[in-house]
């Protein structure tokens, strides 16, 4: 009677507890990751559109044509754990002074921290406009998958103090 008595308690163990604990942390915990990384994110992006800026005529400096903008967010990088994987600055159009221009600025990392440097971007940078981006999931073998980051920027630079 003891011994069935002791197997029963075993069994309620297991199925009280063990149960829900190994439910927890095969489904549940990255749920829920997942749902603080989500808040995470939306927090940043109501920040972003709490600080943006508004659109003036007047050019800016060329921070795009000179590939500038890549030191201004290195530290950014460097603190979250983000690699530069890739600029390509491109003139679309010009009348002297002003020149339009797009860049393709490519990174490396954890989502989070992309996020947190696209904002460090946004904020830093006067006129610098996010016009696309694209996230790629790539992964490696042996190794925890990281994203690409893709984004395509706009600026209207000013080139009257600095001719080319």
Known sequence: MAMKLSLNLIK???LFVLTPAF??????SKTIRQYR???QVRQLTENMASDARHETTAGFAPVLSSGAITGTILTDCKKHGISITGYEPDEIDAED?????SARLDL?????????TMAALS???DGVRIAA??????????????????MQLVLLEDHSHNPE
């Open 37 to 39: 990384e989500y808040r």
């Open 133 to 150: 981006c694209s996230f790629e999931t790539v992964k490696k073998r042996g190794k925890e998958s990281t994203i690409m980051l893709e």
């Open 12 to 14: 309620a163990t297991v």
């Open 97 to 101: 002074p002003l020149r339009l221009y």
């Open 108 to 116: 490396s990392g954890n989502f989070i921290p992309l996020i947190k």
């Open 123 to 125: 904020r830093k940078t």
């Open 23 to 28: 439910l927890y942390i095969s489904a549940l």
